[in-house]
């Protein structure tokens, strides 16, 4: 009787085993990693940490600061900004990762984008502290990440980011609404904006103006997304592969700043072909042979002709 049963229990026995397996394997997948990373990136679970302007979420060790007026400076609930920011960083991560893992719209793109994405996930998942601060017209960038090598005094950027550890992004949320700086001089809002005097003493004093001639940053999954590529490393350079403007462009469907849907069509098509080119990827451990490739490709001249597009 006991052989029988003991028969009878080998098959079930093995496919238990081989399920468990199966769900231990996908756990270390690009999509098992991914899927258990956007569970944790849950606005529920954020938590007041003494001030009323900073929340954290434990599970990835994020914490927000003052962006209750995230993302484009205006009045709302407390909180909402940072559970807004919360939910953008969770829309980037699911249409990025998913991207470079060669499941997005532009299909498989070279492994070693695969591998920046588990990198990128290794980062979110440990238990370093990690910071999204927003700031209110404090700086001339819509955004700005730290650098794993840390910031030069040089940068035009560095008072920001001194005031941040390493990994950080810093919001400013009148770049982001598109609101005009309240730091020019008055003869740069009369030549430069065409403001007449009434206006400027109302920007000065009373509520900022937001001209349409500024841009207002809709796709703000896809900034969060280019900033965190930052964390890795990549930063932006005419002599080496400016991968963060290419995994924007190829995989959150173009420019935030071009508006014609064929113009964006055209140039995410140029920045998935660029980020499939096996010569130049495959060279990513030979900077030098690396850097050659991407001058003699002419993919250098890829930012330039994305800009040549904005809308003025």
Request: net charge negative; proline share 5%.
């Amino acid at each position: 009787m006991r052989s029988w049963i003991a028969g009878r229990c080998r098959p079930a026995l093995v496919l238990l085993l081989a399920s468990q397996a199966t769900i231990a394997a996908d756990v270390d997948t690009l999509a098992g990693r991914t899927e258990r990373l956007l569970q944790t990136l849950q606005a529920g679970d954020l938590r007041l940490d003494g001030a009323p302007d900073e929340l954290t979420l434990p599970a990835v060790n994020l914490r927000i600061r003052h962006c209750d007026s995230y993302p484009y400076h205006e009045d709302q609930a407390p909180q909402d900004g940072a559970r807004q920011l919360l939910a953008d960083l969770r829309a980037g991560m699911q249409t990025g990762l998913q991207c470079l893992g060669g499941n997005g719209p532009m299909g498989r793109l070279h492994p070693y984008h695969e591998y920046q994405a588990h990198r990128l996930l290794t980062l979110l998942e440990s238990p370093q502290d990690k910071t999204f601060k927003c700031v209110e017209d404090a700086m001339f960038a819509t955004a700005v990440a730290t650098d794993p090598q840390g910031t030069s005094i040089e940068d035009p950027l560095y008072q920001q980011l001194r005031q941040v550890d390493y990994p950080a992004v810093i919001f400013d949320t009148y770049r982001l609404g598109g609101i005009l700086s309240r730091r020019h001089d008055d003869q740069t809002y009369r030549t430069f904006f065409h403001l007449a005097e009434d206006q400027i003493v109302e920007h000065r004093s009373g509520q900022p103006l937001r001209p349409a001639s500024l841009h207002r940053y809709r796709d703000r999954a896809g900034l969060v997304f280019h900033e965190l590529t930052h964390w890795l490393g990549h930063r932006h350079s005419a002599l080496y592969p400016d991968v963060a403007t290419l995994y924007e462009t190829c995989c959150f469907g173009g420019s935030d700043y071009i508006s014609d849907p064929d113009t964006n069509a055209a140039h995410q098509q140029t920045a998935c072909n660029i980020l499939k080119d096996d010569a130049l990827w495959s060279q990513s451990y030979r900077p030098y042979t690396q850097m050659r490739l991407w001058h003699h490709k002419g993919y250098d001249r890829f930012k330039l002709r994305l800009r040549a597009d904005f809308d003025s």
